[in-house]
């Protein structure tokens, strides 16, 4: 596949300390590929300064559902329907590396039509050392890594329509699209050459996510 257009979906709810890291991480991701680059910034029932928070140029709207999924689903909504075109998305509370795009898209044009990314956790500042430690020990990083993040996901947008898109779910809702794609017949890289450094804080916006997995190492 020789991608053409990209559009990126970041859902958001009360993000205004991490966000603009998020969005200036994705523009310098943007600035490594060869085609239009559209990052939409989905704010989900935010309190807080999020919308103020987004730099000029990037596209914002607002929902008010408190649910990931719902979000990301709206994100994607907006793109146009057009050929070749590939989707991706990330997570408020993380960092892009530069190559981040252009390792998808990379991957696209040598067939793949779902990259899963893996995670990096930089600040533990939040976590007893056992829980780096437990993490170390347990994150499987190597090419078949298995891990589904939302923190760093693409796919073709053909192959997404095609399955019905996210899910309207709390949680989960990368995991259920993925595996909806695999019994679809996506052609699946488990991707490690473009880490994503994301959040390590106690405190999650969404239920059942990398927090939890992290409660969960602190209490094992």
Known sequence: MQVEHVTVVVPAH????????????????ATRVPVP????????ACSD????????????????VRNVGAARRAGFAVAPVRCNEW??????????PDNWLAAQLAHATRGATVV???????????????????????????????????????FAADLYRGVGGFAE???????????????DGAD?????????????RRHARAPEGFASYLLELNDR
């Open 169 to 183: 779910v709390p949680a989960h809702e990368d995991t259920e699209l993925v595996s909806r794609m695999v019994a």
């Open 87 to 96: 989707f991706a998305t990330t997570d408020a509370d993380s960092q892009v």
């Open 116 to 154: 899963a990314g893996t995670v990096t956790v930089t600040d533990w500042s939040d976590w007893p050392e056992h829980v780096m430690v437990r993490y170390a020990r347990d994150y499987r990083p190597g090419v078949h890594h298995g891990h589904v993040h939302g923190a760093s996901l693409g």
């Open 37 to 44: 680059v559209r990052i939409v910034v989905v704010l989900d």
């Open 14 to 29: 009360d993000e205004e300390a991490l966000l603009p890291a998020c969005v200036t991480a994705l523009r310098a991701a």
């Open 49 to 64: 300064d999020s919308a103020a928070a987004v730099p000029p140029g990037v596209d914002v709207m607002a929902v008010n």
């Open 188 to 200: 699946m890289v488990w991707a490690i050459d473009a880490p994503v450094e994301t959040s390590a």
